[in-house]
């Protein structure tokens, strides 16, 4: 079957590998109608991570089930199915308490596992004509059957549940204010979330023009960081108080106005935009290792994080991957609703062979490439 593979820094590939299959009596194989590049993907994509090549990409998989190993019971040949990208078994101790971004299982010596990802264990990505998929009475959530929203599905996967978790980490109330920093898929649908909560003023910050817009098209408040400290913009429209909560939805590759990286940036600018007492949810990644970082500190992850004003102002902040299952099935259900409709995130369709192209497009951050399906059945 054709699959991405991670060649080195920037350099991906569609190629042969061998074809997914049951391996264990739990395991179904999945056919991808549809699998989404992330950002996530591109802190591995310009090495900026210890992924080593021979990785296959593609961890926002959903399609139909095509087999299924004798000791699955619920999910059946044909079923339409959108997987977290979290791998987890369902029995263990993180997993029984809801945290399946931490199983225990599925990545021994580890906490968490995911399709196609450095460290997080040997599950192949769906950026392919096929992915299997592990524990899948516990990892599919299952769709309506046809075609209908298949963007919006993909969302499911990851960006949706993973800004919605941002926003949930923050204990937001309606009618209160949230700033999200990162207009990327997943803070638009960190902001996309807030609205849906009722929060009173949603800010989201970013550089990016037609990242902005979007924002703008459902009701948030676009502050451009190149025209301005965002903390001063933000403080501006609210009287001086700042938000009653924050979102980091950049991570650790966050940069200045000039475009030079700033690791802790975006937590410092949080620390002050948050009123005292507030607080912060962290679905930006952070990593132990980044070879690429600009000072010895941040190559082991240690960043010069303002703690002093965050103690002074006793804030508190979630952080972590998401545990996609606490909210699929519920974001799916907005969905056929049709109370939410997150593909408006997504700028770009392309076939799977086209996922180089997609690749280098969307890492340059170019207009109309803020998220990319791959269509591997088309
Ligand atoms: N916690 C999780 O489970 C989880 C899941 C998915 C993605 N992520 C992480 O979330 C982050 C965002 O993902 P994405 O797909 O939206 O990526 P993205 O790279 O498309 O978005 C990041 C955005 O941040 C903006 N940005 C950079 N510096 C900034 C600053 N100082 N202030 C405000 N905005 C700034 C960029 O212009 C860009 O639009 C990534 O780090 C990704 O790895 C985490
Ligand atoms: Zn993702
Ligand atoms: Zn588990």
Known sequence: MRAVVYHGPHNVAVENVEDARVQDPNDVVVQVTTSAICGSDLHMYEGRTAAEPGIVFGHENMG??????????????GDRVSMPFNVACGFCKNCTAGNTGYCLTVNPGFAGGAYGYVNMGPYRGGQAEYVRVPFADFNCLKLPPG????????MLADVFPTGYHGVAMTELRPGESITVMGGGPVGLMAAYSAVLIGAAKVFLVDRVPSR???????????????????????????DGDGTDRGVDAVGYQGTGPGGQEQPAGVLNSLVEI??????????????????????????NGELLFRVGKFFEKALRMGSGQTNVKAYNAYLRDLIIAGR???????????????APEGYQRFDRREEGYSKVVLKPAA
């Open 340 to 354: 939410a409709r997150p593909s408006l995130v997504v700028s770009k369709e392309l076939p799977l062979d086209a």
């Open 274 to 299: 948050v009123r005292a007492t507030g607080r912060i949810g962290v679905v930006g990644l952070y990593v132990p290792h980044d070879p690429g970082a600009p000072d010895p500190h941040s190559q």
């Open 64 to 77: 139909i089930v095509v087999d299924v190993g004798p000791g699955v019971v619920h999910v059946r040949r």
């Open 212 to 238: 902005l817009r979007l924002a703008e098209s459902f009701g948030a408040i676009p502050i451009d960081f190149t025209g301005g400290d965002p903390v001063e913009q933000i403080r501006d429209q609210t």
């Open 147 to 154: 075609n209908e929203h298949e963007n919006d599905f993909a």
